[in-house]
T-cell receptor, first 113, second 116 residues
């Protein structure tokens, strides 16, 4: 069974641009979570989607947004990129909302120049 | 608010030594889950264990064992007879089940280096 996949592996942008990161969950999983792992800041929760709806978001500005598609894949969009957005962005999926064992993808390394 | 503390930033041991990684958590919920994840140099977080707040039974899986003590709000992880392949960053995490929160709150991680 395929695990969580993320694309692209690496992404290089310049300040002010927009970045789009993609995630495909494990088959059968309906919940997708996004986390940011920035140097020195640890793993921080960004967004949670389930059944196409945003269920919760972390303490990040509105320029971090996303969506979940009918096939449960998800997209994270970061607008007006800032240097401090450089980080590893990890996507995780889980079976619905009550069973919250989360399985992670390999991440997208975003570098903002 | 929930919080996870991993006081050990870095640990270095020699192969075959036993090592314990500490994790202390804070939560107001009575129902919650605790997790351990491993992050090797490749970056992908690997799930190791999940424990719910009603189950204080210790668990052993091969060389890994976990000690959950609600009285001290701790969920420690021991690797017996460590191997070089155990070198990684280990994260403890907490998830509350009340309200709309399902996300994981992570500790800052412990970098474990196992020397040959």
């Amino acid at each position: 069974e395929a695990g969580v996949t993320q694309s692209p592996t690496h992404l290089i942008k310049t300040r002010g641009q927009q970045a789009t990161l993609r995630c495909s969950p494990i088959s059968g999983h309906t919940s997708v979570y996004w986390y940011q792992q920035a140097l020195g800041l640890g793993l921080q929760f960004l967004l949670w989607y389930d059944e196409g709806e945003e269920r919760n978001r972390g303490n990040f500005p509105p320029r971090f947004s996303g969506r979940q598609f009918p096939n449960y894949s998800s997209e994270l969009n970061v607008n007006a990129l800032e240097l401090e957005d450089s980080a590893l962005y990890l996507c995780a999926s889980s079976l619905g909302t009550s069973y919250n064992e989360q399985f992670f993808g390999p991440g997208t390394r975003l570098t903002v120049l | 608010a929930q919080k996870v503390t991993q006081a050990q930033t870095e640990i270095s041991v020699v192969e075959k030594e036993d090592v314990t990684l500490d994790c202390v958590y804070e939560t107001r919920d009575t129902t919650y889950y605790l997790f351990w994840y491993k992050q090797p140099p490749s970056g992908e977080l690997v799930f190791l264990i999940r424990r719910n707040s009603f189950d204080e039974q210790n668990e052993i899986s091969g060389r890994y064992s976990w000690n959950f003590q609600k009285s001290t709000s701790s969920f420690n992880f021991t690797i017996t007879a460590s191997q070089v392949v155990d070198s990684a960053v280990y994260f403890c995490a907490l998830s509350e089940l009340s309200g709309s929160a399902r996300q994981l709150t992570f500790g800052s991680g412990t970098q474990l280096t196992v020397l040959p």
